[in-house]
């Protein structure tokens, strides 16, 4: 068997083209009525170079596309069917520390969603944080002397 792989290695055709785009996943928000919208932005985007996965939610108006893709010719594709589109404003309630600063709840926001801004996500050097986190229940070496 090593032999075989030894010369199979001489017998791959290798490509000089340029380098692949990095596996991604674009949420994008569209406005979508009805099964006909849902429908040309599904096959607009389904038809891309690279895509590998495409995921409608009409209810949240939300598509999900995974692949080897460029974002920006993504929603340029949906944008190009008519839809107003932009890229998913909305991060999960529960990984937000301030869901209610201003102009972070948003009323249109799909259930358990809120606005990503900067206010309301903490800076990651935040020691508040780290320090609730050293005398919690969850944490098994969070106090030794008791």
Known sequence: MGA???LSNFC???STRGKRKPMQTVEIKVKMDC???ERRV??????MKGVRTVEVNRKQH?????GFVDPNKVLKRVKSTGKRAEF???IPY??????YVSQAYDKKAPAG???NVAQAVPMPNATEERITYLFSDDNPNACSVM
């Open 113 to 115: 969603f809120v606005r």
């Open 88 to 90: 998913w404003p909305y």
């Open 12 to 14: 791959t055709v290798t």
């Open 35 to 37: 099964d006909g919208c």
């Open 4 to 6: 075989l792989d030894y």
């Open 62 to 66: 939300r598509v999900i596309v995974s």
């Open 94 to 99: 529960n990984l937000v520390q301030h869901p």
């Open 42 to 47: 599904k096959n607009a985007v389904k038809n």
